[in-house]
């Protein structure tokens, strides 16, 4: 039995219905979206780099990472134990691997709460304290015995001020 012409058009305006109330309530999602914030056309804030990209970028700017060990942070602080990692770095005018202690903290709170103490934790370090090297970039600092040649400390001012994003 064949249906009837208004039998059909019965049978598609549900269908067109349930299209124009999903449309309308899209544009009314994308109206609520948009209306919070949460649509955004900006690129989000640069975060601090972990170590993984910062060796990265060392190996990129001509300075070798070696011997990195977690958790020794050159003294028994208990604060910057958990921030801190050793490492021997070598490159550019650096013929020998020099070992130096990277502290990265959470943010920038924790890094001006902590950055103080890693004066005295040097101590049980450094044996000269007048060539002491010390490089702070929030989110990190960077220290170790020196004198370190100019070409290696300006690559890891670099590196350190390219990897720090906005500084956490």
């Known amino acids: 039995m064949a249906s009837s012409p208004a039998g059909r058009r019965r049978a598609r305006r549900p269908a067109r219905s349930r299209i124009a ?3 309308a309530s899209l544009a009314a999602l994308v109206v609520v979206v948009a209306g919070c914030g949460v649509v955004s056309s900006s690129a989000p804030p640069a975060t ?3 170590f993984p990209g910062i060796t990265g970028r060392l190996a990129a700017a001509g300075i070798s990472v070696s011997d990195y060990v977690s958790g020794d942070a050159g003294c028994t602080d208990p604060d910057l134990v958990p921030a801190s990692i050793s490492l021997h770095a ?12 990277l502290y990265v903290f959470k ?3 924790a890094w001006e709460r902590h950055r103080a103490q890693i004066g005295p934790c040097a101590q049980a370090y450094v ?3 007048q ?10 600092v960077l220290a170790g015995q020196g004198p370190w040649p100019p070409k290696f400390e300006a690559a890891l001012r670099q590196v350190l001020d390219l990897a720090a994003g906005t500084g956490g």
Do not use: V
């Open 48 to 50: 601090p780099t972990g």
């Open 90 to 101: 070598a490159g550019l005018d650096q013929a020998t691997p020099l070992k130096l202690y």
């Open 127 to 129: 044996t000269d304290p």
């Open 21 to 23: 109330a999903l449309g």
């Open 107 to 109: 943010d920038r709170p």
């Open 131 to 140: 060539t002491f090297g010390e490089i702070e970039q929030s989110p990190y």
